[in-house]
């Protein structure tokens, strides 16, 4: 599988949150999609029929990239900010 | 209550809420990015400490941006979506127009007197077997995780399309450090009488030609592979990602059965952009159909007013254009907005965004017709009964090729998506629509557009309970 790299910049300060109990480093500014897609999670949500999705858009359009953010389930990745201790989850079924 | 709400904080949004703000009048601006500046001039988050991106070859975005994020009369709220239209019972014979808008914080509805939707465009969705497996993405989204979140999203980089997008793009994954693959590009290389043609759109953009030029040359320089004539017809999953069949196609765009293989971990999309509409739909505006502008466009008059009754469009859903002629649109769709509130019209300020708007046009007329697509053919990429056309429903092309045997009357994508569901899920039928015409298109032997659009209803972007709750208290 295919993982995405981080480039050169000057990024926020680093801090970490979950997926699925594991903790994730990332750096404030970053959205739950960049993040994960730089942890090189696989899956950010399965489909009823049982496929994985992952984002497709990057512009708040597909819905493909939703995920659990603290409870709340359809939240897209894509336009989430990431904060420290947020507890996100694969969204099982969107 | 606000004089002005916009939808959209793009350049036409932008150019709008700077028209009426100039004027006195108080403005707010709901988008869902987290900075100013919409698709085109997406740039790394605030935290980051810079206050602007790269906006080349765009020299007026740096003032546009700063002028509008420095306005006393702009407020702006960010992370916020617009879900809705909702029209209230007329107080002190002033239209009460509101916007149901979402954010973390929870829902609230934003009154204006006057609206403006520069709601912008999308990548334009093909289906083919394949489409939804990790790794394949569009160029909207490669391109702005670069920008904006400084990600690239994976090595080996094939791309695929038929928009020039895909070569500036191409150009920024190289500088990123991607190895690409292969770049295939369902038209023909332009001919010289074509070239020719296009000679009308260079006065006034060259800037926008060097830039295509250094891209070009950055291509060569790497020895990345351009195939004209050829799309990508099927991706599967392997064990390092993804295998990607390119197929050679003719002048129409159709099949010709030839196809070769390559492996990559990014599979890429650009075939053009479609409006962003879902919004003017559920607020009642008409739409009219316009192939080379991307599909299905806002109807509006020359004041950029739409059919709803106090609420403008400018920018992408009038017709992809490009970022000067939303500019332009925004500028005067700004100044009419201010004069329907009691300002005088600007006739200078009028004539100069007019002047600019013509010579955005003679561009983007050029860009349109060289690159318009060819919906019917590409529609036919997803002809395997197991294809999935619905990304969210998971709707395949059998359901629905069914549903238009069965029911000789259907006519409509509509009636499609009462018997099949496609587009009932939670992208709202952006990413099926076209498809699911293309297909009625066919069986009836009718033009696209005849299938018609698909109705939109609030929410428009699908929103957690509790924020119906908020918008629901008075
Ligand atoms: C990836 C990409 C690359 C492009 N590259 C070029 C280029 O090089 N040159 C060019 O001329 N054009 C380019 N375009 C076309 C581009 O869209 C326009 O040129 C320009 O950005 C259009 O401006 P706009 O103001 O109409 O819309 P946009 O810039 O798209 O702005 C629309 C804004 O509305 C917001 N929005 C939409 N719906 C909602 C809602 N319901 N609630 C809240 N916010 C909402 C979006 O978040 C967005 O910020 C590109 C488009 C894309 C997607
Ligand atoms: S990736 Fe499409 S909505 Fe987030």
Redesign the interface.
């Given at each position: 599988?295919?993982?995405?790299?981080?480039?050169?910049?000057?990024?926020?300060r680093a801090l970490q949150f979950t997926f699925e109990g594991t903790t994730v480093t990332a750096y404030?500014?970053?959205?739950v999609a960049?993040a994960l897609?730089?942890a090189g999670v696989?899956?950010f949500n399965v489909?009823?029929?049982g496929?994985?999705?992952?984002?497709?858009?990057?512009?708040?359009?597909?819905?493909?990239c939703?995920v659990c953010v603290n409870g709340?389930s359809?939240v897209r990745a894509?336009?989430?900010?990431v904060s420290s201790g947020m507890q996100v989850n694969r969204q099982e079924g969107? | 209550m606000h004089d002005l709400g916009i939808v959209g904080a793009g350049p036409a949004g932008m150019a709008a809420a700077l028209a009426v703000a100039d004027m006195g009048f108080s403005v707010i601006v709901v988008d869902e990015q987290a900075r100013a500046g919409g698709q085109i001039f997406r740039r790394p988050p605030e935290a980051w400490g810079e206050r602007h991106g790269v906006y080349r070859p765009y020299a007026w975005a740096r003032d546009l941006i700063e002028r509008f994020e420095d306005h006393p009369k702009i407020t702006a709220a960010f992370r916020a979506t617009a879900f809705g239209v909702l029209r209230g019972n007329d107080k002190d014979d002033r239209a009460s127009l509101e916007l149901a808008v979402s954010s973390p914080d929870g829902g609230q509805r934003v009154s204006a007197r006057r609206l403006l939707l520069a709601t912008g465009a999308y990548d334009m969705p093909v289906a083919f077997p394949g489409w939804t497996l990790p790794g394949v993405m569009t160029a909207g989204a490669i391109q702005s995780l670069i920008k904006s979140q400084k990600l690239l999203s994976g090595k080996r980089v094939v791309l695929a399309g038929s928009h020039p997008i895909q070569l500036i793009l191409a150009g920024q994954l190289l500088d990123a450090g991607a190895d690409i693959v292969e770049i295939a590009l369902a038209r023909d290389l332009p001919g010289l009488k074509e070239m020719a043609r296009g000679l009308p759109a260079v006065p006034g953009h060259v800037s926008i030609f060097t830039e295509a030029v250094r891209a070009l040359s950055k291509i060569m320089r790497h020895g990345v592979p351009i195939r004209w004539r050829t799309v990508v017809s099927e991706a599967t999953p392997e064990d390092t990602g993804l295998r990607v069949r390119l197929e050679t196609v003719d002048p129409s765009w159709l099949g010709t059965g030839e196809s070769h293989l390559h492996e990559a971990d990014i599979l890429v999309l650009g075939y053009g952009f479609t409006p962003s509409t879902e919004l003017a739909r559920q607020a009642g505006c008409e739409m009219k159909w316009d192939s080379a502008g991307g599909g299905w466009t806002v109807l509006h008059d020359a004041r950029f007013q739409s059919t709803a009754p106090d609420i403008f469009v400018a920018g992408e859903p009038t017709g992809v254009a490009g970022a000067e002629r939303a500019w332009a649109e925004g500028h005067i769709a700004g100044l009419f907005i201010a004069a329907s509130l009691g300002a005088k019209l600007d006739d200078r300020a009028l004539s100069h965004s007019t002047r600019r708007l013509i010579r955005a046009g003679r561009f983007s007329d050029v860009m349109q017709t060289m690159f318009e697509p060819k919906r019917k053919a590409l529609a036919e990429l997803s002809r395997q009964d197991e294809t999935v056309i619905c990304r969210c429903e998971e709707v395949r092309n059998r359901q629905i090729e069914d549903a238009l045997q069965n029911n000789p009357f259907i006519q409509s994508v509509n009636a499609v998506k009462l018997e099949c569901r496609s587009g009932m899920g939670v992208c709202q039928g952006r990413y099926c629509e076209g498809t699911v015409a293309a297909r009625i298109g066919n069986a009836r032997e009718a033009s696209i557009e005849a299938s018609g659009y698909y109705n939109a209803h609030l929410p428009v972007k699908p929103v957690a309970l509790q924020v119906y709750r908020d918008i629901s208290k008075d």
């Open positions: 599988m295919f993982k995405a790299q981080r480039l050169k910049a000057n990024r926020g404030d500014g970053e959205t960049t897609l730089a696989t899956a489909t009823r029929g496929e994985p999705r992952m984002p497709f858009c990057n512009m708040g359009t597909c819905f493909d939703a709340h359809l894509c336009l989430t900010d969107k | -």
